[in-house]
């Protein structure tokens, strides 16, 4: 398998399909609960979910916070979710249209930021992590879900993956020295998939919990 490094994904043209794939209903749904399990959730918290796509991570978060951002490149992943808001008649959440990887910055505070399946897709993992130290109230939180390292037999196509998945370790280590304490790795989900002549494999999906460490 063959990593396109130069070649971004434009995910306009999934957005209207997105919520009708039951792995994509699953990998969200199990990156809920671990964040319900890991990250104490409560009424004053100003939450950033990190490519949102349709909003199907931050959505389930959001009846046990005050608010919630979703951040995204693709405008028509934020299409879907503003059609959710209208018509769930919400009130307290706002997106914005950023495209990290070219430079753009989420504008705001939060005292959590979220992320889904995403990272994978932007290719300076320490930049990202740079900017959400600075995107976070003191002693604000992150929780992210991913793949663990995989090789490359995870996306049909690998257009816009930077990263087989990756190692939790490494990733520990990046947290730390982008400024982060408390940094734990847990296991949010297995998705199980047929690959073409491989048969049915399975690719762990981690959720790394860390706080903003206070000098
Ligand atoms: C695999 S989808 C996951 C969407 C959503 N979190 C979910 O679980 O359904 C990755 C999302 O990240 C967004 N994305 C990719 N690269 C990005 C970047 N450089 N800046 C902001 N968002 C990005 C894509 O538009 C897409 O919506």
């Known amino acids: 398998m063959t990593m396109k490094k130069n070649e971004t994904k434009n995910f306009d043209q999934d957005a209207a399909q997105w919520d009708e794939h039951p792995g994509k209903l699953k990998m969200a749904g199990d990156a ?3 964040i319900l399990r890991e ?3 409560s009424a004053d918290m100003d ?12 959505l389930q978060l959001l009846p046990q916070v005050k608010s919630l ?5 693709s405008q ?4 879907v979710l503003r059609s ?14 950023i495209d990290f990887a070219s430079g753009e ?13 995403t990272l994978h897709h932007v290719p300076d993992t320490a930049a990202l992590f740079a900017e959400w130290f600075d995107l976070l109230h003191p002693g604000g939180q992150v929780a992210f879900a991913d793949l663990d390292a995989e090789d490359g037999s995870f996306h049909n196509d690998n257009t816009g993956v930077f990263h087989f998945g990756f190692d939790r370790e490494k990733l520990k280590q990046l947290l730390h020295e982008a400024g982060f304490a408390d940094v734990r790795a ?24 860390a706080t903003r460490r206070e000098v």
């Open 186 to 209: 847990t296991t949010a989900s297995v998705f199980s998939k047929e690959v073409a002549g491989r048969g049915l494999r399975e690719f762990p999906i981690f959720l790394i919990t």
């Open 47 to 58: 939450v950033m979910d990190f490519g949102c796509g349709t909003g199907l991570l931050g």
């Open 84 to 97: 959710k808001i209208a018509a769930r008649g919400l009130t307290n959440v706002q997106m914005q249209l």
């Open 105 to 117: 910055r989420p504008a705001g505070r939060y005292h959590l930021i979220v992320s889904s399946m």
């Open 69 to 73: 951002t979703g951040v995204d490149s």
């Open 76 to 79: 028509g992943m934020l299409a």
């Open 39 to 41: 990250v104490p959730l």
């Open 32 to 34: 809920a609960a671990a």
